[in-house]
T-cell receptor, first 116, second 116 residues
Framework: AQTVTQSQPEMSVQEAETVTLSCTYD???????LFWYKQPPSRQMILVIR??????QNATENRFSVNFQKAAKSFSLKISDSQLGDTAMYFC?????????????FGKGTKLSVKP | GAVVSQHPSWVICKSGTSVKIECRSL??????MFWYRQFPKQSLMLMAT?????????EQGVEKDKFLINHASLTLSTLTVTSAHPEDSSFYIC????????????FGPGTRLTVL
């Protein structure tokens, strides 16, 4: 069975600074996707970034980038130039490819606070 | 694109009554929809997965007769909490996945259920 671990329950960062959220996962699968979702106080889950395991290049989306280390089963999220609106819970998620359902397996989340 | 709505956003009901929550994909056809439950300060717990026109697949420990799921069309899934009790009070979130969305789940805004 796959598991996703986020070892930082809470983090804080000063506005405009850079912060990295860690995520590790355990799987015997070779084909999968990894995601970071953000859940602000409104509780709407928002996709931040996704990474296909077969791609060696790290995904980037504006200020958000990942460091995907497949051998180490690590998938960290870097937020550059942090903004107050980045304050949220961040969930790392794993999805096995090829299954009929496409279920997401979530970590427990990291609460990020961006301070002015 | 890839917008998912949920209705209602919050509902209060008396113990013993049934409550229906709707999940709609607004700009895509959702081949698969997912229902999650989230307790305060916790991660999302998958309750069930439904494919259009098929019976839902429930996760272990989720009562099928208590949480009725219907996915009658490619844009609508419903979750009915039958004979609700206070312990059913929670935040319920749906998500949807469809063709052309690269196996990514998009989430609705959630429904806060309070059972008195």
């Amino acid at each position: 069975a796959q598991t996703v671990t986020q070892s930082q329950p809470e983090m804080s960062v000063q506005e405009a600074e850079t912060v990295t959220l860690s995520c590790t996962y355990d799987t015997s699968e070779n084909n999968y996707y990894l995601f970071w979702y953000k859940q602000p106080p409104s509780r709407q889950m928002i996709l931040v970034i996704r990474q296909e395991a077969y791609k060696q290049q790290n995904a980037t989306e504006n200020r958000f980038s990942v460091n995907f280390q497949k051998a180490a089963k690590s998938f960290s999220l870097k937020i550059s130039d942090s903004q107050l609106g980045d304050t949220a819970m961040y969930f790392c998620a794993f999805m096995k490819l090829g299954g009929s359902q496409g279920n997401l397996i979530f970590g427990k989340g990291t609460k990020l606070s961006v301070k002015p | 694109g890839a917008v998912v709505s949920q209705h209602p956003s919050w509902v209060i009901c008396k113990s013993g009554t049934s409550v229906k929550i709707e999940c709609r994909s607004l700009d895509f056809q959702a081949t698969t929809m997912f229902w999650y439950r989230q307790f305060p300060k916790q991660s999302l717990m998958l309750m069930a997965t439904s494919n259009e026109g098929s019976k839902a697949t429930y996760e272990q420990g989720v009562e099928k007769d208590k949480f009725l799921i219907n996915h009658a069309s490619l844009t609508l899934s419903t979750l009915t909490v039958t004979s609700a009790h206070p312990e059913d009070s929670s935040f319920y979130i749906c998500s949807a996945r469809g063709a052309g969305l690269a196996d990514t789940q998009y989430f609705g805004p959630g429904t806060r259920l309070t059972v008195l």
